[in-house]
């Protein structure tokens, strides 16, 4: 697939994870102070002129809830956001294919807390169904260094920028 530039109006976003409770556990590489910085930036300063979908995992569990400052940024992408109930591949949790299929964009920009679980799985997953994948390495992390470059190797192999 050739890549063609990223708009408003061409590509989504898919933001998975980005709760509390993984950060706390998940992320040490980058340290998770940057890994939430970075994500509120997004937010922020990209998230905004794009489609974009929130996805979660058992909120009322250990995973904690979305980023509270998430809300005040988005609040209706906030009340919106999709539960999984602890589904790994979001992509493959039928309200989340829905949500990517209704922006009717061919081009997703993810971003999952950690690397290895909420990162790597859906970005695969939209890829391999034929969907241009933009990955945000700075708005995740892993529990060690070599770990998170390792799948960003992996992903750049597999065709995402």
């Known amino acids: 697939m050739t890549a063609e530039r990223l708009s408003p109006t061409t590509a989504a976003f898919l933001l998975v994870d980005q709760q509390t409770g ?13 890994v939430e910085a970075n994500v509120l930036r997004l937010a922020r300063r990209r998230c905004p002129r794009h489609a ?13 809830a979305l980023l509270p400052p998430l809300q005040q940024v988005l609040p209706a992408a906030y009340a919106s956001r999709i539960d999984r109930h602890g589904m790994i591949d979001s992509p493959a949790d039928p309200a989340v294919a829905q949500a990517v299929s209704a922006t ?10 950690g690397t290895e679980v909420c990162g790597l799985p859906p970005a695969l997953h939209a890829h391999q169904d034929g969907y241009q ?26 065709g995402s920028r």
């Open 52 to 64: 974009l979908i929130f996805t979660t995992s058992e909120e009322d569990g250990q995973n904690g």
């Open 104 to 113: 009717g964009r061919r081009q997703l920009i993810t971003a999952g807390t």
């Open 22 to 34: 993984v950060l706390e556990r998940v992320v040490k590489a980058p340290p998770r102070e940057a």
């Open 133 to 158: 994948v933009a990955f945000v390495a700075d708005a995740c992390g892993s529990l060690t260094a070599i770990g998170h470059d390792i799948l960003l190797r992996r992903l750049e192999q597999e």
